[in-house]
């Protein structure tokens, strides 16, 4: 994950997982110990279709702690949910 503030004010990143390729994010919520962010619709390697993933992500010291659903963007998909860790880097 990278972060950047957006020309507009809010908070823009991407996000890129083992063996996808990077994909942007917007932050559509947050506080002083956690943010949700949403992607647009980008390619799933896992689930070899197009998704819309949206995450909730709680600070935790140097390391963020979250959960994610990615939605498949035709009506016959499979959502899929999980966890994931991410420490920080210089």
């Known amino acids: 994950m990278s972060w950047k503030k957006a020309p507009d004010g809010h908070m823009a990143g991407t996000v890129a997982t083992a063996g996808e390729a ?7 919520w947050s506080s002083d110990t956690a943010f949700i962010y949403e992607s647009g619709p980008h390619m799933s ?5 197009r998704v819309i993933t949206r995450a909730t992500v709680h600070f935790d010291g140097n390391q963020l702690n979250g959960t994610f659903e ?3 963007t035709k009506y016959e998909g499979k959502t899929t949910t999980g966890t994931f860790t ?3 880097s210089a």
């Open 70 to 72: 990615a939605r498949p």
């Open 45 to 49: 390697a896992l689930l070899h279709e």
């Open 22 to 28: 990077k994909y942007p994010v917007n932050v559509v």
């Open 86 to 88: 991410a420490l920080r």
